[in-house]
DNA sequence: ATGACTTGCGCGGCAAGA
């Protein structure tokens, strides 16, 4: 099956393009970010008649994550427990597939822009909430994918100029020492373990020409517990969705898990 | 280059994104 992550940078703005995309790639599980509209008014419809359940967790005007299933969804929750957020930025659900189950981990990471200050310290506490939530999963004995815009780049090769990131919020230290807390508590990130040396993208600013110089940053990306790690055949970025009319400026990424 | 895009909100021009 097909387990998709895409920041669609509103969602109303975007549906012909995401219909479009979901005809052509048909995923199974589709994770959306930055839907930018409230629960009340997202558009099921066209979703649900192409056989998807849905999960939204909406926000006026900013943020807001929808998890889409061809499946049955057994279990969710839209807030990292035992944390206080005011933002619209997780979803947690539980899939269950032929017998099997998956658990998936929805989520628009705080930006964290302007460092330092208030928004990066907002962002630090909300991956230390994260990584806090999933110490209490038990992730190494299940299969779990954590997915999403994490506004993190990893490590210099995915940034096409990582100096200039130097002292942003994307890509500090602090950042990525939280990042790799999280992924050391046992998860993969798939896409560069299938590409050990790629210099590839999920994300070109609409300035600048960006996209045209090919100026972009891999933020977007789908970790996995080992279990779920061993289940994964393929992952792909799908950068043509960036030349199409109206792009967002993110582009989906795509896992072939088969549990 | 102080900007440069794009979106939501709401009807003028910010805030936010990354």
Not at 12 to 26: A, G, M, S
Not at 74 to 83: G, L, Y
Request: proline residues 5%.
């Amino acid at each position: 099956m097909k387990v998709a992550s895409w920041n669609v940078n509103s969602v109303r703005t975007r549906i012909d393009n995401i219909l479009e995309w979901i005809k052509k790639e048909n995923p199974d599980i589709l994770c959306l970010q930055e839907i930018k509209v409230v629960t009340e008014s997202f558009p099921r419809e066209p979703f649900e008649d192409l056989g998807y359940n849905l999960i939204i967790n909406g926000q006026k005007s900013y943020n807001g994550v929808a998890t889409l299933s061809k499946f049955l969804i057994e279990e969710s929750i839209t807030k990292i427990p035992n944390f206080d957020d005011d933002q619209a930025r997780y979803i947690e659900t539980v899939h269950s597939v032929n017998s099997k189950v998956i658990r998936i981990s929805n989520i628009y990471l705080p930006n964290g822009n302007p460092y330092p200050g208030d928004k990066f310290d907002y962002k630090l506490n909300w991956m230390k909430a994260l990584k806090e939530h999933l110490i209490s999963l038990n992730i190494r004995d299940e299969s779990f994918v954590l997915l999403g815009d994490f506004n993190v780049i990893p490590e210099s090769i995915d940034a096409y100029d990582a100096d200039k990131w130097l002292n942003d919020a994307l890509f500090t230290i602090e950042t990525r020492k939280e990042f790799r807390e999280i992924v050391s508590l046992g998860l993969n990130d798939m896409y560069r373990a299938y590409n050990p040396l790629a210099k590839d993208f999920t994300f070109w600013d609409y300035q600048r020409g960006a996209w045209q110089k090919n100026e972009g940053i891999r933020i977007d990306h789908i970790l996995a517990s080992p279990i779920a790690a061993d289940q994964i055949s393929n992952i792909v970025i799908d950068k043509e969705e960036r030349d199409k009319n109206k792009p967002s400026d993110h582009v989906p990424i795509i896992a072939e898990i088969d549990l």
